[in-house]
């Protein structure tokens, strides 16, 4: 029954694809592929002569290595002439900072600075901008980030910039996915001290905190919002409403109020943050 259940939907995805359905499409990207044109270039021109009917080159080479592709040798055309399709390999993670190692008293939650990090992502037509949500797991106080592009350096080097004024005993740990902006996560031991876990592949419960704090987040950032037109005061401001709601699971104090019980307890005059000029609590 599955097997059978497979081949329904593989032969249903077949004939919906644009470079079937569209005869005269197709043909036309086949003209170009002959004419030694890479599908970036031919998806590019097409956007560029705002053609009414166009495809985006990860379609042109799905086509090209389709079964049909395949017996018209397309891939010949190639600049690569290579005869299948290569698979981006998954980005790759120290073994060692896997959160199968991760100590149990960040998993129960019994020590003060250990942090969650997350990516929230808006519609593709506004562009590579996004945000980084970090939320440090005991207290619940949450950090949100702007940032202009997606690339791990960038990203990382604007998580060590919020977590550099917090004292050290603040700061201890982080815990990202495995997604390619957080390849770079070593990068925040060396710079600010902090241990970098990694949950497992297509593991977000395993980081539940910053995952429920994006859910809540929603509701002023959906995707239709334009992050270009969002600031980073704006951001602080969302951040110190939710961090002065209270909280059932804190007993009915904000989030605000533990962390600053957690870090003042320490005796450190660098961690009253509410005189610091970068301060994160708005």
Request: net charge positive.
């Amino acid at each position: 029954m599955g097997i059978l259940a497979q081949g329904l939907s593989d032969g249903r995805r077949t004939r919906r694809r644009k470079l079937v359905r569209y005869p005269g499409l197709r043909d036309q990207v086949e003209r170009c592929l002959r004419s030694c044109w890479t599908p970036e270039q031919i998806a590019g021109r097409m956007r560029y002569e705002h053609a009414a009917r166009r495809v985006c080159h990860e379609t042109i080479y799905g086509h090209i290595y389709s079964e049909e592709g395949r017996r018209s040798e397309l891939w010949r055309h190639l600049p690569s002439g290579r005869r299948r399709l290569r698979k981006r390999p998954p980005p790759k993670f120290a073994r060692e900072l896997s959160i199968l190692f991760r100590p149990d008293v960040v998993a129960h939650r019994k020590e003060f600075g250990h942090w969650e990090c997350d990516l929230v992502l808006f519609r593709q037509k506004f562009g590579p901008a996004n945000v980084t949500t970090m939320i440090e797991r005991t207290s619940r106080f949450l950090l949100v980030l702007k940032n202009e592009e997606k690339r791990t350096k960038p990203i990382m080097a604007r998580n060590a910039q919020a977590l550099t004024p917090l004292p050290r005993h603040a700061c201890r740990s982080v815990t990202f996915d495995r997604g390619s902006e957080f390849i770079d996560c070593p990068h925040l031991q060396a710079t600010v001290g902090t241990q970098a876990w990694s949950c497992e592949a297509q593991s977000p419960w395993q980081k539940g905190a910053v995952e429920n704090a994006n859910k809540r987040l929603r509701r002023w950032l959906c995707r239709d919002t334009d992050p270009s037109s969002l600031s980073q005061d704006e951001l602080r401001a969302l951040c110190a409403g939710l961090n002065a709601t209270p909280r059932k699971c804190l007993g009915f104090r904000t989030p605000a109020e533990v962390f600053k019980a957690n870090i003042l307890g320490r005796g450190n005059r660098r961690a009253n943050l509410s005189t610091h000029p970068k301060s994160h609590l708005g």
